[in-house]
């Protein structure tokens, strides 16, 4: 899943070229060449499908040159992640009925990248044997208040799921934290084709009839113009409301591999290299004094001096320079706005 715009990353993301498209890490690679690298050892390249925007499909074939074009499935218009899966798995169904399917989003991170490959490796064959959805679930080291949780039934390591619980309050994620019953929703799910459109039709009918309807035009050169007259009649809609949250056969295999989502600057400080101050900042060109526990963003060959700064979020490209405190990082969409007001779309 590759079209998100990575709002929170604003101004280093833009719509012309989102997050998963960055190397925001400083690695040298994108986030989503890092997933296809991630796992092309478990999946032939002529066996991903990835989903996006119609925008930005020449940007997916540029950062993984080793897909067709025909393996790039653009949504007309984002719809949330439902559609988007039901999409793929349609898709999917058409050419390999019996197949089973991972789906990841193209920007989180993974430090311990073998392991990550033999818990899904593990709910592969857990579906393969199973009735069965599979999420894969974080322990969790913190109270994080930005991730949706999942409850497990027993300590078993692949468990029955209890509930899902969204973005609960601090006093709450504290307790899901002291109990060790819950963990981070990974976002990350396995499952035959067959079991989650049958899950669409249980849960989702009217997104299943729409897809339904149009199951022959998959693979055809039809295929375009009725998938965009599908997503402008389907509801946006993620697939944890409306599938997860009410099947009855969904299992958690729980992990502990260094993941992330890297949501937000605050969740890129985290993981970050740090000088001894704390700070997050480029090995050169950037000149800190006094400054504490920041990080700060600069492009190529531009050189900046910061002082005086205590957690804060400085953020410096070619057309837009964003200071703001740590503390106050949720207001950056409020920003956009504002930004977007008074200029249209030329910076966002």
């Known amino acids: 899943m590759a079209g998100g715009i990575g709002a929170r990353f604003w101004p280093e993301s833009r719509q012309s070229k989102p997050k998963q498209f960055l190397d925001i890490l400083g690695t040298g690679k994108s986030f989503i060449r890092h997933t296809y690298e991630r796992f092309v050892g478990l999946v032939p390249p002529e066996r991903f499908l990835v989903v996006t925007n119609a925008r930005y ?83 969790p080291t913190r109270p994080d208040t930005g991730y949706g949780y999942i ?4 300590g078993k390591p692949i468990s029955k799921v209890k509930c899902f619980t969204e973005k609960p309050g601090l006093e ?7 109990c060790g ?18 899950a669409f039709r249980l849960h989702l009918p009217e997104l299943h009839a729409l897809f339904e309807g149009i199951r022959s035009s998959m693979g055809t050169p039809e295929e375009p113009q009725a998938i965009g007259r ?52 480029p090995a050169e060109g950037c000149y800190a004094y006094d400054t504490r526990s920041s990080i700060i963003s600069l492009p190529a060959g531009k050189v900046a001096v910061v002082s005086g700064l205590k957690e ?30 008074h200029t249209g779309d030329r910076y966002i």
């Open 230 to 281: 599908v997503f402008s009649e389907c509801r946006a809609v993620s697939i944890d409301y409306g599938v997860m949250e009410k099947a009855d056969n969904v299992y958690v295999r729980c992990g502990d591999f260094g993941w992330s989502d890297v949501g937000t600057w605050g969740s890129l400080y985290q993981h970050a290299r740090k000088d001894r101050y704390a700070n997050a900042k």
């Open 57 to 139: 499909k020449e940007l997916v074939l540029q950062h993984i040159p080793e897909i067709s074009e025909q393996q790039v499935l653009c949504e007309p218009v984002g719809r949330n992640t439902a559609p988007c899966i039901a999409y793929a798995a349609y898709r999917l169904h058409r050419t390999d009925p019996g197949a089973r399917m991972i789906v990841t989003p193209s920007d989180h991170l993974i430090l311990n990248e073998d392991d990550f490959r033999n818990v899904i490796s593990e709910c592969l064959a857990f579906a393969g044997e199973h009735d069965a959805l599979m999420t894969v679930g974080i322990k």
């Open 181 to 198: 019953e819950f963990f981070w929703n990974s976002g990350i799910f396995v499952w035959t084709v067959g079991a989650i459109i049958e």
């Open 312 to 341: 804060y979020i400085v953020v410096d490209t070619d057309d837009v320079l964003m200071i703001c405190p740590r503390s106050e990082e949720q207001n950056i969409k409020k920003y956009i706005d504002e930004v977007k007001f």
């Open 151 to 154: 409850q497990v039934t027993d």
């Open 172 to 178: 709450l994620a504290q307790t899901f934290l002291q």
